[in-house]
């Protein structure tokens, strides 16, 4: 890769101008509505957008690392911990911290886990945790950067958890058992009863990842959804990991990880007492943190109430509704049972992802599952003319393929290089390291 450095200019600009740029190259990305399938921007309704944003600016430069010397901010943190507490069944023994995202939360779930086996179980020395083939890539980025070995165990042929599979797969070694709530590939929940039974009979640290319906599955089910327990109602859950900003609605970055009480947290901090300016301590690994989102939240959780919550949850579960009946209406595509607001789209006789392909030539910003393929929506409220152009699109789209018109693929994938000379350099530079087969 070839480095052409960007300098800073030697000379400023106006605020006008630079504005300007700012907000042409806002225009440059995808429009709002037409990425809300693909998860990069979780913005719900257009009433609460500007409240949200608002509170946020308000304490954007506000270092959340020091919320302990400021009682407003102590309390908007407080405040949003125990109401998330609450969401997941906790009670007043629970306890929670925020982090900055599913990856630092589930890295503090399998964290406090190695910890608590190092007391524990001092006679393992090269831990292990089990868990189904669909649990999300940050579990196995969190498992390398703790040196901890993930016994993967192979999905049954439905995609449903294998758990005979996940019951043979605890061995001498096994420290723990993670599941998901739902799981990212296939969008349903785990079987967490079972897997409790399994981690209590072997005094096994269970981690629920919740990033995606931590925060929105308590209100399906308020709404008469079946779905599998998954919570602190389950005996054998220690620790779950619940995304804020994704179906909470909190500005990024945000998320939680939760305990059952706090004989599980304990295992969670990491006083710093070697230095001169007395003990450090700090939420997670992340240190300097804006408070911006937490009063983001804080603000949201006031204005909607849980009957706000409620009726976003009511028009996810609509919208999700409207795609099914359009993909099951189509011939060769083929809607997956989930159990969440995640929806994939699979194809009987043709490539599915040339209907990416078809799609993302009409704006549509998607992601895909590479094993078994599909497209993979993750629903987010959507203004009515979109979601009526979606489905026409994804029809018209299909037609295409059928009559030979549409002969380019998409990305199937989580991430990826579209236009190599568009793509951010770390990526590039990544890809050539990879190529290069230097050891990461």
């Known amino acids: 890769m070839v480095e052409r450095l960007y300098k800073l200019p030697v000379e400023g600009s106006s605020y006008e101008a630079v504005m300007d740029q700012v907000i042409a190259l806002r225009g440059e990305m995808t429009d709002g509505q037409l990425g809300k399938l693909a998860s990069t921007s979780f913005q719900g309704q257009n009433e609460m957008q500007k409240l949200v944003h608002d509170a946020f600016v308000e304490f954007m430069d506000w270092n959340g690392l020091f919320s302990f010397r400021e009682s407003a901010a102590a309390k908007m943190e407080n405040d949003v911990l125990d109401i998330c507490i609450d969401l997941l069944?906790?009670?007043?023994?629970?306890?929670?911290?925020?982090?900055?995202?599913?990856?630092?939360?589930?890295?503090?779930?399998?964290?406090?886990?190695?910890?608590?086996?190092?007391?524990?179980?001092?006679?393992?020395?090269?831990?292990?945790?089990?868990?189904?083939?669909?649990?999300?890539?940050?579990?196995?980025?969190?498992?390398?950067?703790?040196?901890?070995?993930?016994?993967?165990?192979?999905?049954?042929?439905?995609?449903?958890?294998?758990?005979?599979?996940?019951?043979?797969?605890?061995?001498?070694?096994?420290?723990?058992?993670?599941?998901?709530?739902?799981?990212?590939?296939?969008?349903?929940?785990?079987?967490?009863?079972?897997?409790?039974?399994?981690?209590?009979?072997?005094?096994?640290?269970?981690?629920?990842?919740?990033?995606?319906?931590?925060?929105?599955?308590?209100?399906?089910?308020?709404?008469?959804?079946?779905?599998?327990?998954?919570?602190?109602?389950?005996?054998?859950?220690?620790?779950?990991?619940?995304?804020?900003?994704?179906?909470?609605y909190a500005p990024k970055p945000c998320s939680t990880i939760l305990w059952r009480s706090q004989g599980e947290q304990q295992y969670h901090f990491m006083p710093i007492n070697e230095w001169a300016c007395g003990t450090y301590l700090s939420q997670g690994f992340v240190g300097s943190r804006t408070m911006g989102p937490i009063a983001g939240i804080w603000a949201l959780m006031h204005f909607w109430g849980r009957e706000g919550y409620l009726e976003n949850a009511k028009s996810i579960l609509r919208l999700k509704s409207i795609i099914v009946r359009k993909v099951e209406s189509i011939e060769g595509l083929v809607a997956w049972k989930t159990d969440g607001p995640l929806q994939m789209i699979g194809a009987d006789d043709f490539d599915i992802t040339l209907v990416v392909g078809g799609l993302e030539k009409k704006g549509w910003s998607l992601l895909g599952v590479n094993v078994p393929p599909a497209i993979h929506l993750t629903l987010d409220v959507m203004e009515e003319e979109f979601i009526e152009k979606f489905t026409a699109d994804l029809e018209e789209v299909v037609e295409g393929i059928r009559t030979g018109e549409i002969t380019e693929e998409g990305l199937l994938t989580y991430g990826g290089v579209g236009d190599k000379a568009l793509a951010p350099k770390w990526l590039l530079s990544a890809l050539e390291i990879f190529e290069q087969g230097v050891d990461s």
């Open 89 to 248: 069944n906790g009670g007043e023994a629970a306890r929670a911290n925020l982090t900055v995202g599913g990856t630092e939360s589930n890295f503090s779930g399998l964290h406090a886990m190695r910890g608590w086996a190092r007391a524990t179980k001092p006679h393992i020395k090269q831990p292990e945790i089990v868990a189904p083939y669909s649990t999300h890539s940050t579990v196995h980025k969190t498992a390398k950067y703790l040196d901890i070995k993930v016994v993967t165990v192979p999905q049954k042929d439905d995609l449903s958890v294998d758990i005979e599979g996940i019951r043979e797969a605890v061995g001498p070694n096994t420290i723990g058992i993670v599941g998901s709530a739902p799981n990212w590939p296939y969008g349903t929940v785990d079987p967490i009863e079972e897997f409790g039974q399994i981690a209590i009979k072997a005094d096994l640290w269970l981690h629920v990842d919740a990033c995606v319906g931590g925060y929105i599955l308590p209100f399906f089910r308020e709404l008469g959804v079946e779905l599998p327990f998954y919570d602190f109602t389950v005996p054998g859950v220690r620790s779950i990991s619940a995304d804020l900003h994704k179906y909470g």
